[in-house]
């Protein structure tokens, strides 16, 4: 059974840093590609970054050159480095897993960052 468990949010300054973990179990990592997505109050959820098991990886515009998205296949585990933060930032964040071959989508319960003065 796919398990997906964030780590690593709470509440930053503008222009901090935090960096969330997503701690994988019960698939074969290597077949999944991985990524973050948020959900800030009343928005759809939106797509953050995402990274092969290659690690060719996706940023979205807003997010380039801020955040940076890693995954460690000997320990399971994917990771979301956030620089300069912005009150904009604020959000759930959720990770998830696509299977490669099906498409599936798993996802976790998601960790809240806000960024806030």
């Known amino acids: 059974q796919v398990h997906l468990v964030e780590s690593g949010g709470g509440l930053v300054q503008p222009g901090g840093s935090l960096t969330l973990s997503c701690a994988a179990s019960g698939f074969i990592f290597d077949n999944y590609v991985m990524g973050w997505a948020r959900q800030a109050p009343e928005k759809l959820r939106e797509s953050v970054a995402s990274?092969?098991?290659?690690?060719?990886?996706y940023s979205a515009d807003s997010v380039k050159d801020r955040f940076t998205i890693s995954r460690d296949s000997a320990k399971n585990t994917m990771y979301l480095q956030m620089n300069s933060l912005k009150s904009e930032d604020t959000a759930v964040y959720y990770c998830?897993?696509?299977?490669?071959?099906?498409?599936?989508?798993?996802w976790g319960q998601g960790t809240q960052v806000t960024v806030s003065s």
């Open positions: 998830y897993a696509r299977r490669i071959t099906t498409g599936s989508v798993y």
């Open positions: 990274i092969s098991r290659s690690g060719s990886s």
